[in-house]
């Protein structure tokens, strides 16, 4: 696992110049899909925004919040799934797959394998009144219900389907106030009976969670809470710590662990690393790990911007260099909201930002990382391909230009599309210099 600083390679004053190194013939491992996204961007009930998915070669979406609040009461959460909790589990009339049947149909259509989140959508406003988040009054019948959502989607089962759905995730953000209201041994308790049960009726399948609200009290070392980190931080990291005791006890299956982070760049590739440090600490370093909802500082002035798009191609840069096992940006939505990165919803059209991940398309397309290096610590490189050829992704995320000038190993550039402030996807003459808040995508021949 590289560390973040190595990703910087240094941290002091920005560098003079980009020193950015290539070597096509020192293969590192596979490109990772860390260009998957959240939520589809469905515009009421049509669909007509997924080629854009199809077209960057987005290869998962995560299935939460699906549909605005409470799923629309129509889509992916169990409680529109399975809509009387009393009702007979193994009776397929009990089920309600029609909306969430369409909806995946569509995803799968255009080449996307949907990460299913088995609980509920976020109630944003659950200090008001809570509606889904307590607890299953039976935790063993939520599990076979979910049982049965995986056998309708995976086995055919209730007239359903037999598509690839690789990862099921057990709850989402559980430590958080709008998700959950229950105690932290009530998640503990469904985890485990959810886990369990699924793991042993689906053993080629993939079982985790629990999508945790993210490390911002990391500290320096493995296992640290930063000395100035707040109580709602240290809340956070007291339930992972509890979370990770129990399983152990508990012998719980996990096949992948899933958290978030909407921090700047640097800062969530830092609670990133100190997520697996810790993880490894503590056993469990043989665990997937899946970032599968994040945004770089997110806010409403920076949609569509380059510098937001430019903070994506450099955040997906780092997490595979980290060794991250999956990403999923949040959200593909097409909404107004300031966690709709990917499409403008007065046009209909992608924003700046949806090019960085079909850039990394391009990479993860050609399978295998090969060597590279930057030495300024504003501007992240990766590399993929091997002898007969490949490409380069490189983000500048700082507000000054600076000079370009990679060194290939002697290999050609045989196309550069550049998105900046004034470009969008743009081919051009390999430039001499990275504008500000900019990535640039390099075909290289052999």
């Not at 990772?32 to 960057?56: S, V």
């Not at 985890?191 to 993210?214: Q, R, V």
């Not at 490189?381 to 370009?404: D, T």
Request: hydrophobic content about 40%; some cysteine; glycine content about 8%.
């Amino acid at each position: 696992m590289k560390s973040v600083a190595l990703l910087a390679a240094a941290c002091g004053a920005l560098a003079a110049s980009a020193a950015v190194k290539v070597d096509f013939a020192q293969a590192v491992g596979p490109v990772r899909p860390m260009h998957g996204a959240g939520q589809p961007p469905q515009i009421g009930y049509d669909y007509k925004l997924f080629h854009y998915l199809k077209e960057a070669g987005i290869p998962y979406s995560r299935l939460h919040d699906v549909g605005g609040a409470y799923g629309k009461n129509i889509y992916v959460d169990i409680p529109n799934l399975f809509r009387d909790f009393d009702a007979d589990e193994n009776d397929p009339k009990s089920y309600d797959f029609a909306f969430t049947d369409h909806l995946l149909k569509e995803l799968v259509a255009n080449g996307v394998e949907p990460y299913f989140r088995l609980g509920i959508t976020i109630e944003n406003r659950a200090d008001i009144r809570a509606y889904r988040t307590f607890p299953p009054k039976d935790p063993e019948k939520w599990a076979r219900i979910c049982e049965h959502v995986v056998r309708h989607y995976t086995e055919g089962w209730a007239n359903g389907f037999k598509w690839k759905i690789t990862y099921w995730e057990i709850w989402n953000e559980p430590e958080g106030t709008s998700m959950w209201k229950g105690t932290w041994d009530e998640y503990f308790r469904l985890y485990e009976a959810s886990s369990k049960h699924l793991k042993k009726c689906f053993p080629h399948l993939k079982i985790g969670g629990y999508g945790s609200c993210g490390f911002y009290a990391a500290g320096k070392k493995p296992g640290e809470i930063a000395e100035k980190a707040s109580a709602r931080g240290r809340r956070y990291m007291d339930f992972f710590f509890n979370f990770l005791d129990y399983v152990k006890a508990h012998d719980c299956p996990i096949d992948f662990f899933s958290f978030h982070s909407y921090a700047g760049v640097k800062d969530a590739l830092r609670q990133s690393e100190w997520c697996l440090a810790t993880l490894k600490a503590k056993g469990f370093g043989h665990v997937e790990t899946s970032i599968n909802e994040w945004l770089p500082s997110p806010s409403h002035e920076r949609l569509g911007t380059a510098d937001q798009a430019a903070d994506v191609c450099a955040e997906m840069i780092g997490f595979q260099h980290l060794g991250l096992t999956t990403a999923m940006i949040y959200d593909a939505r097409c909404g107004v909201g300031n966690y709709s990165p990917i499409f403008n919803p007065m046009t209909y059209k992608p924003h700046k930002a949806y090019y960085a991940l079909k850039c990394f398309n391009e990479l993860y397309r050609l399978k295998t990382e090969v060597a590279s290096s930057s030495d300024d610590p504003n501007v992240y490189v990766l590399a993929a391909g091997g002898a007969k050829g490949g490409a380069v992704l490189v983000a500048n995320i700082s507000k000054k230009a600076v000079p370009f000038a990679p060194d290939l190993g002697g290999r050609k550039v045989t196309s550069c599309r550049i998105t900046d402030a004034a470009r969008t996807d743009a081919e051009i003459q390999m430039p001499a210099e990275l504008p500000p808040h900019s990535f640039v995508l390099l075909k290289v021949g052999e």
